[in-house]
């Protein structure tokens, strides 16, 4: 499986009181890359007839990031998933190899047309299992 992957900046409304990126920030950048690396992967048929929430994070802040610095953020889909939900690991690396974030969310697919969870098809999974 090859890795997602998405430079990001850290901007001066990025950081809060204590100088560093604050902690919703992040999990904006987790929505953010989550959701590109959708778009960039799913059939656009898949992207039109279903949606994704997130049902649980779980983050480990592990280095402050200030403001100017640049992060590569990783995103990878390590395991199958299990009927409506599967897990996304991520990873926040700055450009001195040093990790800042590191975070697993659990996901769930959403039908558009009737607004619920269904079992994650199979061809929709593929493109993010294979590589």
Do not use: C
Request: no cysteine; net charge negative.
């Amino acid at each position: 499986m090859t890795p997602f992957e998405q430079e990001i900046v850290a901007a001066a409304e990025d950081i809060d009181e204590l100088g560093h990126v604050n902690n919703a920030v992040w999990v904006r950048w987790i929505q953010d890359v989550a959701t590109a690396h959708w778009l960039a992967v799913a059939d656009p048929a898949h992207v039109a007839a279903w949606l994704w929430v997130v049902t649980r994070h779980e983050i480990d802040y592990l280095r402050p990031l200030r403001e100017g610095e640049r992060v590569t953020a990783r995103t990878w889909i390590a395991e199958p998933p299990k009927g409506a939900r599967f897990d996304r690991h991520m990873e926040f690396v700055g450009t001195d190899g040093q990790l800042h974030v590191r975070a697993r969310t659990t996901w769930a697919i959403i039908d558009r047309a009737s607004g619920r969870p269904a079992r994650v098809p199979a061809e929709v999974a593929a493109p993010f299992l294979a590589g």
